[in-house]
């Protein structure tokens, strides 16, 4: 008896399917892995998420109409949040800002810090103007009434604490070269506006 042999569609498709399976299966994995990601971020970003929304355009000095007003000599926590330009985009900048000082909803706004993208600081000598040097970086900022939008203080947050934003009475013994400013120092900056 002579065996027949199997139609070539039937063959072509279990090696195709064998073939395609590692590819299926790795795009499954790949979707779940992104899923449960994503999933953690919008976590992390929670109700702020929400907030960031309303108070995207008072960096622009677009007011927020139902803000609280700030009030520099009311005693207690001016709540505050905070945006970064990140590659040209102003994003929300949640470790700008400690959580204690971080509103429940917008309608306690007080505050919204606008920062820039760091950069190298460099100041000139007080003695002589002529010479600069490189004290670390620094992070132009404007600080905003969330309320009326507008602006309460500007100017430049300097990571390096012996850098004055005028001059430096002598040059630094070890400059850093780092352009990057902690968050500790933008909490330590923003501290004198939030917490009296």
Not at 169 to 183: G, Q, R
């Amino acid at each position: 008896m002579e065996e027949q042999e199997e139609p070539i569609y039937k063959t072509t498709g279990r090696v195709a399917f064998a073939t395609a399976l590692p590819l299926l299966i790795f795009t499954i994995l790949a979707v779940i892995v992104i899923g449960i990601l994503a999933l953690s971020r919008v976590r992390q970003v929670g109700p702020a998420a929400g907030l960031f929304d309303a108070a995207f355009g008072v960096c622009s000095g677009v007011p927020m109409a139902n803000a609280t007003l700030y009030d520099p000599d009311q005693a207690g926590i001016a709540p505050v949040i905070a945006f970064a330009e990140r590659s040209g985009y102003l994003q929300g900048a949640s470790n700008y800002a400690k959580p204690e000082w971080t509103p429940a909803n917008s309608s306690d706004l007080q505050l919204v810090l606008c920062a820039q993208n760091p950069r190298p600081a460099f100041r000139p000598l007080c003695s002589d103007e002529n010479k600069v040097n490189q004290v670390g970086g620094e992070i132009p900022f404007k600080l905003r009434s969330a309320i009326s939008g507008e602006i309460i203080a500007q100017g430049v947050i300097v990571e390096e604490a012996e850098a004055r934003s005028e001059c430096l009475e002598a040059l630094p013994t070890n400059p850093s070269m780092d352009m990057a400013v902690s968050d500790e120092t933008i909490h330590a900056f923003l501290e004198r506006f939030v917490v009296k």
